[in-house]
């Protein structure tokens, strides 16, 4: 429940009644007085109730805590979340036991969970909040493995003169691999497949795309 309509003898208390069954502070919330009401006569005759209504304000942090708890229980985790909103992007650190259950194979347990959060924080977002979702430095460490990677297949592509095509990734390590080697003179990486199969191949530049790149260099 997101929005409730709640009716009182006063304002205040309408209120009150409304932030506690939402469950959140005044701070948190957007009050609209429908109907200040009345106290009648003498104050016990024709009065008429006051009318609030009170909305969660939207809290990308909560949203996203809220769901991954609810996620966690149902798996009989325990887990520390900590949420925080920089600049539109969601970071969501997850810590506790065990975590290699939620990081998967190669991340993909990881990874799905990203994805159904961010479903869940841009459903109610007036704008595109990014997610990412992280634990014992899983991210920063899986960037370390496909960047060496990528410099090591580079390195077989120059000697073998043939093309190497990776196994499937998600968007997020196939931008990692077309980063680290989008200044390598020798090679150049596209990405080919539908998804979820999409790979990235790596191949010798042309020629021409050398010398041009020796240009730029240059200038």
């Known amino acids: 429940m997101d929005e ?7 304002v205040e208390e309408a209120i009150a009644a409304a932030l506690a069954e939402l469950g959140v502070s005044r701070e948190e919330a957007d009050i609209t007085v429908i109907d200040e009401g009345t106290k009648g006569f003498l104050g016990m005759f024709g009065g008429k109730d006051a009318v609030v209504l009170v909305k969660k304000n939207f809290q990308p942090e909560r949203e996203a805590e809220s769901f991954l708890r609810e996620i966690f229980l149902t798996m009989g985790l325990i ?5 925080e ?7 969501v650190e997850l810590t506790g036991d065990d975590m290699g259950i939620l990081i998967g ?6 990874d799905a969970l990203q994805y159904l959060v961010n479903l869940v924080v841009n459903k109610k977002s007036p704008y ?4 990412m979702l992280d634990t014992e430095n899983y991210r920063q460490r899986r960037r370390e493995t496909l960047e060496s990677l990528a410099f090591n297949l580079a390195k077989k592509v120059k000697h073998t003169r043939r093309n190497v095509v990776l196994e499937p990734m998600n968007p997020y390590e196939r931008r990692i691999i077309h980063s680290a080697l989008q ?3 020798y090679v150049t990486t596209y990405s080919e497949g539908e998804e979820p199969y999409r790979n990235v191949v ?7 795309d050398r010398d041009r790149d020796k240009e730029r ?3």
């Open 202 to 208: 790596i191949t010798l530049k042309r020629e021409r």
């Open 105 to 110: 194979k190669r991340g993909q347990t990881l």
């Open 128 to 131: 595109y909040i990014s997610v």
């Open 79 to 83: 887990v520390k979340i900590k949420a």
């Open 4 to 10: 409730i309509r709640k009716t009182a003898k006063t």
């Open 183 to 185: 200044n390598d003179r």
């Open 85 to 91: 909103l920089k600049d539109k992007h969601l970071f």
């Open 217 to 219: 260099e240059r200038s």
